[in-house]
C-alpha cells in the first residue's frame, strides 16, 4: 500500500538552529500535503496546508515565517524550523494526500527535541 | 468555535470484552468522520471512516456509529485485545482528500489481562 516517510525519525538541536523535516509519498503523487504538530498527551494540531507549486497556507496561530514550508513537488515537501527553541519541542506529524480518498496517509513522525 | 471532542480521555477494558469510544461534535456541516488509532511514538493509523449520510459502518472487529441528531460518534472494538492498547482519536473532515482533518483530543484504551 500507500506510504509516507519522514526524516529524520527524530532529531535534537541546539536552541537557535534550524532543523529541515522531509515529508514523501514514496508510490503516489500528493498533490497537497498537511503538517501537524502533536505536544505529549495531546491531539494533533494542524499547523499549515500546501500544495505543489504553491505558498503554504497556515493556521491561525503558526507563524509562517518560522515553520517554513516547501512543497516543490508532487512526492516531498519540507518543513523548516527556524531558530528553534525549546517550547518548539514537539511531534511533528506530516499527512499526504492525492485527489484520492483511497490516498491519504500520515507519516511516521520526527520527533523535535530543542535543547 | 467548531470542535470535535470526546466524552472519556482514559478507557481501560478488560481483554475479550468490547470498548466503546465516544466523541461528540459540534459542527452541524461536517459530513466526514474517520477514526484513527496512534500507538506511542508514531503517526496516526487510518480505523474506520464514516460519511454523513449514514448511520453505522462495519470493519474488522471495528464498528463506527454516527448519530447526527445529538451530534455523536462511537467506535467499538470487539474482543479487544493487548495490540488494540493505543490512543484513539476521532476526525472530522470534508468528503475530499484535500480537505483538513480536524482531530479530536483522544481517548487512551488500555487493555487489563
Known amino acids: 500500500g500507500a506510504v509516507v516517510s519522514q526524516h529524520p525519525s527524530w532529531v535534537i538541536c541546539k536552541s537557535g538552529t534550524s532543523v529541515k523535516i522531509e515529508c514523501r509519498s514514496l508510490d503516489f503523487q500528493a498533490t497537497t500535503m498537511f503538517w501537524y504538530r502533536q505536544f505529549p498527551k495531546q491531539s494533533l494540531m494542524l499547523m499549515a496546508t500546501s500544495n505543489e507549486g504553491s505558498k503554504a497556507t497556515y493556521e491561525q496561530g503558526v507563524e509562517k515565517d518560522k515553520f517554513l514550508i516547501n512543497h516543490a513537488s508532487l512526492t516531498l515537501s519540507t518543513l523548516t524550523v527556524t531558530s528553534a527553541h525549546p517550547e518548539d519541542s514537539s511531534f511533528y506529524i506530516c499527512?499526504?494526500?492525492?485527489?484520492?480518498?483511497?490516498?491519504?496517509?500520515f507519516g511516521p513522525g520526527t520527533r523535535l527535541t530543542v535543547l | 468555535g467548531e470542535s470535535v471532542g470526546l466524552h472519556l480521555p482514559t478507557l481501560s477494558v478488560q481483554e475479550g470484552d468490547n470498548s466503546i469510544i465516544n466523541c461528540a461534535y459540534s459542527n452541524s456541516a461536517s459530513d466526514y468522520f474517520i477514526w484513527y488509532k496512534q500507538e506511542s511514538g508514531k503517526g496516526p493509523q487510518f480505523i474506520i471512516d464514516i460519511r454523513s449520510n449514514m448511520d453505522k459502518r462495519q470493519g474488522q472487529r471495528v464498528t463506527v456509529l454516527l448519530n447526527k441528531t445529538v451530534k455523536h460518534l462511537s467506535l467499538q472494538i470487539a474482543a479487544t485485545q493487548p495490540g488494540d492498547s493505543a490512543v484513539y482519536f476521532c476526525?472530522?473532515?470534508?468528503?475530499?482528500?484535500?480537505?483538513?482533518?480536524?482531530f479530536g483530543s483522544g481517548t487512551r484504551l488500555s487493555i487489563r489481562p
Open positions: 499527512r499526504a494526500a492525492s485527489g484520492s480518498l483511497n490516498e491519504q496517509f
Open positions: 476526525a472530522e473532515s470534508g468528503y475530499s482528500s484535500a480537505s483538513k482533518i480536524i
